[in-house]
């Protein structure tokens, strides 16, 4: 299934202005009258990633979830106390969600 990232052809490190000027690209080559289910997909796409924060939903609703055995081990690793604290907790989260979906 493609992303909405793959949908406009860009990196999921993309900019708002790289976003809306690939989605504007794509409309010109999609456009409404000629190609309505295409237009659809794009428009859906850039709709989803329009925005850091919705980018940053995206990521968190629709990419697989992190692994918790990694988010631990990660914790583990980093030679803290016990209990974790929240910006390594942040991070470790961070870190499991900019892997690539498979």
């Known amino acids: 299934m493609k992303t909405p ?9 993309a900019t708002d202005e790289a976003i809306k000027k690939a989605y ?3 409309v010109r080559q999609y456009p409404p009258e000629r190609a309505p289910e295409q237009f ?3 428009r859906a796409a850039f709709e989803a ?6 980018r940053l939903k995206y990521q ?10 990694a988010l631990l ?6 030679g803290t106390p016990q209990r974790p604290t929240v910006e390594l ?3 470790a989260l961070a870190e499991s969600l900019n892997r690539p979906p498979k």
């Open 89 to 91: 907790m942040t991070q």
């Open 5 to 13: 990232f793959d949908l406009l052809g860009l990196p999921e490190n």
């Open 60 to 69: 968190l609703f629709h990419h697989e979830p992190p692994s918790l055995n």
């Open 49 to 54: 990633i329009k925005t850091q924060q919705q």
């Open 40 to 42: 659809q997909k794009i």
């Open 73 to 78: 081990e990660h914790a583990q690793q980093s």
């Open 24 to 26: 504007l690209q794509k």
